[in-house]
Antibody, heavy 133, light 108 residues
Framework: QITLKESGPTLVKPTQILTLTCTFS??????????VGWIRQPPGRALEWLAL???????RYSPFLRSRLTITKDTSKNQVVVTMTNMDPVDTATYYC?????????????????????????WGQGTTVTVSS | DIQMTQSPSTLSASVGDRVTITCRAS??????LAWYQQKPGKAPKLLIY???TLQSGVPSRFSGSGSGTDFTLTISSLQPDDFASYYC??????????FGQGTKLEIK
């Protein structure tokens, strides 16, 4: 059974750095085709994807927040950490981490290359972060 | 960057109704689209992936269709438990994920 749990501060001050940890079980982030992502949701608003790290340490970031985000993994601890710099009150949100893996549905081969669809299938419960002085 | 436009933003319906939510991508995403259901205070739950594949354990009244840029989520006969918010999400290997802005399904 795959589970994920987010942890970190509930309150940060403007301009500070936010560090959140996702601790997971039921899978290994050294397994081919596995990834972990971070998503946030401001109160009453839509989901916003932030960052993704693949099993091979390849990383992707939201183009809107790329300059502020860093995602890393510690395979031995089964953890993924995301840091966001220069926090602002508009960053107040519930932050989720989620397991994502290659799906045979949707994936295909073309020109000798594999194109893999990653499904974000299991989410943590989320952690609420408030940015206020 | 791939943008996802979801409509409607709010939908009022009754138990037993058939409802459809649409999602349009700003460029072709093949079938790399998922639908999630979210209830207040809870994490999103995967319903459909690869545009039309039903996630294990999800009732068959949920279905998805589409490819390229236009996608739909259909609930064939609304049940009381279905009143929630729904989000589409696209995946792209180079740019990651993007969510639609969500649809709140309300009781009429």
């Amino acid at each position: 059974q795959i589970t994920l749990k987010e942890s970190g501060p509930t309150l940060v001050k403007p301009t500070q750095i936010l560090t959140l940890t996702c601790t997971f079980s039921g899978f290994s982030l050294s397994t081919t085709g596995v990834s972990v992502g971070w998503i946030r949701q401001p109160p009453g608003r839509a989901l916003e994807w932030l960052a993704l790290i693949y099993w091979d340490d390849d990383k992707r970031y939201s183009p809107f927040l790329r300059s502020r985000l860093t995602i890393t993994k510690d395979t031995s601890k089964n953890q993924v950490v995301v840091t966001m710099t220069n926090m602002d009150p508009v960053d107040t949100a519930t932050y989720y981490c989620a397991h994502s893996q290659r799906s045979s549905s949707g994936s295909y081969y073309q020109g000798g290359l594999g194109y893999y669809y990653y499904v974000m299938d299991v989410w943590g419960q989320g952690t609420t972060v408030t940015v206020s002085s | 960057d791939i943008q996802m436009t979801q409509s409607p933003s709010t939908l009022s319906a009754s138990v037993g109704d058939r409802v459809t939510i649409t999602c349009r991508a700003s460029q072709s995403i093949n079938s790399w689209l998922a639908w999630y259901q979210q209830k207040p205070g809870k994490a999103p739950k995967l319903l459909i992936y690869a545009a039309s594949t039903l996630q294990s354990g999800v009732p068959s009244r949920f279905s998805g269709s589409g490819s390229g840029t236009d996608f739909t989520l259909t609930i064939s006969s609304l049940q009381p438990d279905d009143f929630a918010s729904y989000y589409c999400q696209q995946y792209n290997f180079y740019s990651g994920y993007t969510f639609g802005q969500g649809t709140k399904l309300e009781i009429k």
